[in-house]
């Protein structure tokens, strides 16, 4: 990656912290400038400016020391959960707007950053290739998931909701909010992508109304086939929703800088199985993609993706003391939630600005860690002591201890073993991993050769390789995992 692209980022060693410094001085300046004209013959209403605030600086002290027992989850040795280590183009832009808060519910809460999150919009339009559609930010992948769903719910005739087992919690909870009983969870196969047989058979006896698609599960980032979906929805008619919140922006690592598709031969290294579905990314009816995973964006940003914008109009709501703008756009009339940061949009826009999700930009930092996720699997598989639950979509890989002893027992204690040394719960981990619990019915499929006595979960362990900072230096930090893994293990 080259150094461009890199100092875009803080840095785990702080390296660029000077120069972040030096730009947040520029936008304080500007805020003050710009806070400064307005009437500038107004009185100013503070007499004696602060030059110290002792209770201010005492609990900022208070504060900051407290904040050091935070986890590192900007540094490639934590690789627990879907945590970015946020741009540069990120922090500055929410600060910049965080100082003057506008609100993007209605276009006079905020009219320069309503403005920037509709561009926004026609970004990840572009990059999603709908090309036509309807959009907007939302606070994060669950209420993004629930919007899509109510707006089909209310949209289509009713009809029967699938996903499938590993998909995310939250749409469970989502059918429960909005009262959807006809919603059943379909088998996944080996590689944890939706067992299409299963599903046809579901489709062949129920009339379905919305299939919710996984484009980066959160447990193993597998990715279904949107393919073999959409030929299915040809053949049954059904709304395809891809809940695309963790792997949406992998699209970029497929696309020139203006949004198209490159021809396979020159993205050798992408699978051919995810380069379609990449592809057919823009042959969904409507998506969830998440800014804050892997779109470089710190929290509150998530986004939900319509191509018929028809489905706007089933949340429409207007409210009497406001929305008075008509002429322009006021998301919170067609979104389920209220007040929304115009920081949130700001952050966005720069960043998108400065790294554009196609190849040249963020495709680059995404392919990184696509590249990650590779080679520890190849390392992985040359290790003595380790075996790899499947073969990856994305940057998450999951993989267990070898036993002499096919048993989930085994695989549980040496789960836990590495889980004592290498996660959250550790003090002074030398890296921060995750585990992923698979429950009995999914053992059997996964890891039919297990025996499982007592019925149990099975645990194995999670590495989110999200981060860009593991594939530098020939894959340093990767590299530096199987080391320790292999060393803990040895006899
Ligand atoms: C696939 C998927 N969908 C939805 C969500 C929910 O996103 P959020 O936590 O932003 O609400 C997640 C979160 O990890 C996810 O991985």
Redesign the pocket.
Known sequence: MTNNILNNFIGPKAENIKYLKKLLDEVIDDHAAWRKSFYEDDPALIKTPAIYNRNLENELKKFMKRIHSNLPFHHPRYAAQ?LKDPAIPTILGYLALMMSNPNNHAYEGGPVTTEMEMEVIDTLLKMTGYKKGWGHLAS????A?MEALWAARDFYPEGSVFFSEV??Y?WKRICSILRIKNFEEIQVDARFRIDLNHLEKKLKKKRTMFVAA?F???GTGSVDSITDLLYLKEKYGFHLHL?A??GGFARSVILDKSFNIIPKKNVKEIDNYIYEQLKAIEKSDSL?I?P??LGLISYGA?AVLYKNEKLKDMILNTAPYTYHKLDKPNIGMFSLEGSRPGAMAAACYLTYKVIPPHSGGLGKIIFSSISSSKKFYQLAATSPYLLNLNQPDLDINCFYVHTDESTVKAVNTNTELLYNHLSVETKNPEFILSKFVLPPSLVKRILPDYTNAQNANLSVMRIVFMKHWSSLRNFYYVRELIKTLNRLLQK
């Open positions: 879907m994060g992948g669950s209420l998931n998909s995310h939250s996984n980066g599960s959160t809940d919140a963790y969830t998440d804050h995973k998530g």
